[in-house]
C-alpha cells in the first residue's frame, strides 16, 4: 500500500549497495547515485516520481507492468526505468510526447478490465491504480471489455468462468481477485521479503491468477503464514486488511515497537481518532527492515479483548469473589497488607517480579519498588526461566550479557550455526532475513532434537541437522570443540590477541581429551561422528560464522555451559568482533534484553553490576537516599520455596504470568497459595490471578510512551497512540503503589526515567529520548566512548579485557528415561502463538492453533496404539496432563514435542524441578515422560479449571 | 526428584555447582564454586547450607565442604 499518511516515500527499487559513483542527467537534472541503481529509484532521488505499478523499493524490479518507462538520448525505445540501471553521463527524459501517449495506453488497458467502484472499494484514497490513472491523464477507455475478470455473470445471467470469488479465510486479510492487476507484487514480496514462496501466478497472458499455492487452496489452508509482507505489497484492494475494509482508511500514524517477540520490529500504529486500524512494518526500523510476521502485524485485538479486565479490583482471601474498586482504595488496600507484613515478618519477607513485557522505564521502577522503598533485593524477572544461563555464560566468558551483533550483520554471514532456536516459529522476522542471506548460498548448521521448519525449506537446507537426543547440549557443543582443537582449525592469531593464552591451553587440553570426541560421544547425543565433523570444519573453515541460539540451549540443569561452550566456540575460531559472526541469544519476549539491564536479578543493579560492590551501592544509595542491601535477594524459585516455608509472604508480580509459565505448577501454586499479599498487575486475570488478593489492570503497549530493547541492544521507542484504557500507564501505577508505600516518586514522564537510568548506569549513560528520536534507535553501550552507540560488540578487545576459555565437562541431567517414563519430552513455540498464549489466544490467530498437541513419532504412537488426533494421557514423575496427539517424523523415536501456549494444556505441572546450576533456569527442554491413550482431561486438569473458574468470579457491583 | 530429606533440593544445588567446578584447576574451582554461592545464593539459602554443613556435610560434594570455609556465613538475624 502507498503510505499516504507521512512522507515514507516508495523508491520503486530496493537501494544499491556499490561504493562506486554514477552520475547522470534526469529531466535536466544532474543526479549522482551508487553504480547499480536503477533510474527510477534516482529519479526519485530528486523528486521524480516516475509512474509506476509493479515496482516498489521492498523487492527486487521486476519489469512488467510497462507503466515506468523512460527515454534515454542515444538509445533506442522506451526502456522500463525500474529495470535499467543509471550509467555514466546518460540523457534520461521521464516525461515526452510519446512517454505520455504510451502510458495512457497501458492504463486504459488495466483499466478495461477493472471494476469502477472506487467510491466504494476498501483501497479508496489508499490505492495505486487509481493514482496511476490520475498521473497519467486517463479520461476515456475506448474498449468495452466483453472477457472480464470483474463480473460475477456476462449480460445473459452465466456465470463467468473467469470470476473468482473473494477468499476470505484469513482472519486478518482478504484476498479479491477481481482487483488483481497481476502485477506479481505480492507474489514477490512472499519470496523475497518472507521467503514462504506461498504465492504464485498461475496460468498464462489473460488467464494469469494470483493463487495461493495449487488451485484447491486458500488463503488460509495455503504454506502463508500470514505475515502481511502481500497485503503490504498490493497496490489494490487485492490484498486488504480486514480491518481496513471494516473501518476505513487511517489518518495518522505513529512509529512503535511490537510487544511480541526480541525481534522488536518498529510499525507504523495506523489510527483514525483513537482506534486503531492497523499495525504496518516501519520501512526504517532497523530490526525488521520493513517486515512484519502474523503476531505483530495482526494479532493486536488482544488489547481490546472484553476479557481485559479495567478496573482494580482486592479481596480479602483467594476463596472470595473479586471487588471492583477505585484506584484509591486499591493503593491503600495493597499498602496496607504490605506494611503490615514488613512490620510482621520483617523487609526481606516480601519482593517482585518485573515484567519482560514492560518497557525499561516500568521495570526499572518496580526494581526499584523493592531496592528502595521495601528495601532488599527480592526482584526476579522472567529471563530466570529463559535466558538467565546466557547472562552468566556469556558474563564470565565475553564480560557482558547480551548479543554481539546487530540483525543486519547475518547479511553478511557465510556460514550460521542455529542452535536450540527455531527462528521460523519464534522469531519470524529475523528468519526471513536470515532465509534471505541462504538463498544466497551461505550454509546453515542446525543443532535441534527435531527437524523443524529451520531445518529445511523453500529453497534452503541445512547443511548439518544434529538431531541430538534433548539434554545432550553440553557434549555436542564439546564435540564440536574437540574437531575444531584437534584437527587444529582454530584460529590461533585471534587466540593469542583477544584471548587469555594460558587459558586457552589449558582448555585446549582438556578438551582434546578422547572423551570429547564425536566418536566417543555419539552413544550420548545420538549425532553420528561424521555429521559434527562436517559440521565443526565447515563452522571453523566456512568464512564468516555466525551463531544464533535459543532457549534450547539455555533452559537445561546445564544451560550456562552451553553458554559458555558456544562462546569457546566463536573465540577458538575468531568468529567475533567483525560483521557477519558472533554469538546471538534469541530472546524470547519484547523487552527480556531491557528487563535484565535494568537490574531486575535481585544480585545486581542496573547494569549487570553485583549488588555486593560498595561504590555501586554508593551511586544509587545517592540517587535514592537509601541502604542498599549488600546481599543476593531471591530468585523466583527461592521466593516460592521461602513462601512454603513461611518466610515470604508478598509479592508485587507486574505482567508475568508465572503459574503458567514457571515449572512445577503445583509447587507455584502451593508457593501462591501460601503467600498473603499477592499483587498482580496485568491486563487480565492471568492464571497467577487466581492466587492474587490485589489486581491492579494494565495498560497496553499502544497506551503508553518509553522504552523496549530488542535482542540487539536496540533500544527503540514505545509511543502512546491512545490513552490508557484502565486510566494509568503501568509506570504511573507502580508509582502510584510505592507513593501508598511512603516513597516520595514524582515522575510525570518516563523520559525522566530514563534520565535516572542514565545517571547511575555507565553503558546507558549518553541514552536521552532526544537522542532515540533523532536517531531512530540506539544500540546501549550508548556513552562518552561510544555516544551513537554501538551495532557490534568486542570489536578490539572483549568488555571484560581477554576473552576467557572455560571447560566445558559434560554431566548428564538426572532426569532420564526408564522403564516408566521412556521417552523424553521436549518443549517450543508455534508462529502464531506467543508465550503462555495471554494476548495471542485473545487473538484470531487461534484460526493456526487452537490446542497444544503432542507430535510423537510414527513408531512409538504405533507401539502405544495412539492414533492421529486421539486423546493421550503424558505423564511425567511431576504429574500429568492430557492433549491430544499427533504422529510426525520431525521428531525421532523416543522424542515428544509439544509447546505451551495454552493454560488447559498445563505442559508445566508435568516439567520437573530440575534447573541450570549456575542460575536455576528450569530444564523444560528436557522431561521423562511416558504417553498412553486417554479419554479425556485429566483430574488435576479439572480441579484446576474448578479453581480457576471460582478464583475468577468478580462480584456485582451493588 | 524427590525433596523428602531435609534441604535435598539445596544439596543437589550446591552439588551441581560443584560438578562444574571440579572440571577446572582445583584451586580455581574452589574459588569458583564458593563465590558463585556467595554471589548467587541469599542469605537464606546459605543458612540451609550451613546447617547441613555443620551436621558434617552429609550429601555433599568434597568440593563444596571444602568451600565452606570460604563461603559467607550470614547474619544470624533474617
Redesign the interface.
Known sequence: MKDFIIPDRDFGTPAAKSKQMVTLNIDGFDITVPEGTSIMRAAAEIGISVPKLCATDSVDAFGSCRLCLVEIEGRNGTPASCTTPVAPGIKVHTQTGKLKQLRRGVMELYISDHPLDCLTCSANGDCELQDMAGAVGLRDVRYEAIDTHFRAKDTSGIANPNYIPRDDSNPYFSYDPQKCIVCSRCVRACEEVQGTFALTIEGRGFDSRVSFGMKSDNALASDCVSCGACVQACPTATLQEKSVIDIGTPDRSIITTCAYCGVGCSFKAEMRGDELVRMTPYKHGKANRGHSCVKGRFAYGYASHQDRILKPMIRDSINDPWQEVSWDEAMTFAANRMKGLIEKHGKKSVGVITSSRCTNEETYLVQKLTRAVFQNNNTDTCARVCHSPTGYGLGQTYGTSAGTQDFDSVEEADVIMVIGANPHSGHPVFASRMKKRLRKGAKLIVVDPRRTESVEGPHYKAAHHLALTPGTNVAVVSALAHVIVTEKLYDEAFIRERCDWDEFQDYADFISHPQHSPEALQLVTGVPAEEIRGAARLYATGGNAAIYYGLGVTEHSQGSTTVIGIANLAMLTGNIGRRGVGVNPLRGQNNVQGSCDMGSFPHELPGYRHVKGPEVRAIFEKAWGVQIDPEPGLRIPNMLDAAVEGTFKGLYCQGEDILQSDPDTKHVAAGLAAMECVIVHDLFLNETANYAHVFFPGSSFLEKDGTFTNAERRINMVRKVMAPKQGYADWEVTQMFAKAMGADWNYTHPSQIMEEIAMTTPSFAGVTYEKIETMGSVQWPCNDKAPEGTPLMHVDGFVRGKGRFINTEYVATDEKTGPRFPLLLTTGRILSQYNVGAQTRRTPNVAWHDQDVLEIHPHDAENRGIKEGSWVRLASRSGETTLRATITDKVNPGVVYTTFHHPDTQANVITTDFSDWATNCPEYKVTAVQVAPSNGPSEWQQEYNAQATLSRRIAAAE | ?SHDAPHA?LIY?AN??A??M????HDQGLEGLAS?I????????RRHLFEVLDAGGNGLRPLVVEAATKIRR?AEA?
Request: glycine letters at 0%; hydrophobic letters at 35%; a positive charge.
Open positions: 526428584m533440593k544445588m551441581q555447582i560438578k562444574f571440579e572440571s577446572k584447576p558463585h556467595n554471589d548467587f545464593w541469599e542469605p537464606r539459602m550470614p533474617a
